[in-house]
């Protein structure tokens, strides 16, 4: 029997590779990316401005705290607030608020300041409109 072809060959061994590589990629352990630019700030600290929220498409996976993300959760991504960090965020038009968790980091984009889980924005009332002007108080310093 006569061998593949060459590129039958390479593109076999390509493949081979990769899926080798994606298999001990998912068995390493995950290292959170060290934050320089991660504040802690002071207990009553106070920001006011607009927020949205995130969940579907990212149950489950990795924050960049290194959390398990949890949709339901109450948790918050923030762009400068270490993680760990609590903060009560209170959305103006309902003057509804819920204490939620810094556990993931947030661009920042668009003019908004926080990013909540669909748990923390249901909590609030955010899920209708999808965004809103909130008020963030820090409320608690992450533990060391």
Not at 8 to 25: E, I, K, P
Not at 31 to 41: L, Q, S
Not at 55 to 71: I, L
Request: aromatic content about 4%; charged content about 20%; proline content about 9%.
């Amino acid at each position: 029997m006569p061998a593949p072809p060459l590129a039958g060959r390479l593109l076999a061994g390509v493949l081979c590779a990769a899926t080798s590589s994606a298999a001990c990629a998912s068995h390493a352990p995950f290292k959170p990316i060290p934050r320089p630019d991660r504040v802690t700030a002071a207990v009553g600290t106070v920001e006011e401005g607009m927020a949205s929220w995130y969940g579907p498409g990212y149950d489950g996976n990795r924050t960049s705290c290194g959390d398990r993300f949890d949709q339901d959760a109450l948790t918050a991504a923030h762009p400068t607030w270490a993680c760990g960090t609590k903060v009560r965020v209170t959305l103006l038009s309902t003057g509804r608020s819920a204490v939620v968790t810094v556990n993931d980091l947030f661009p920042g984009r668009k003019g908004r300041i926080v990013d909540l889980s669909r748990g923390a924005a249901k909590a609030i009332g955010l899920i209708g409109p999808g965004t809103g002007e909130v008020r963030l108080e820090i409320v608690e310093l992450p533990q060391p």
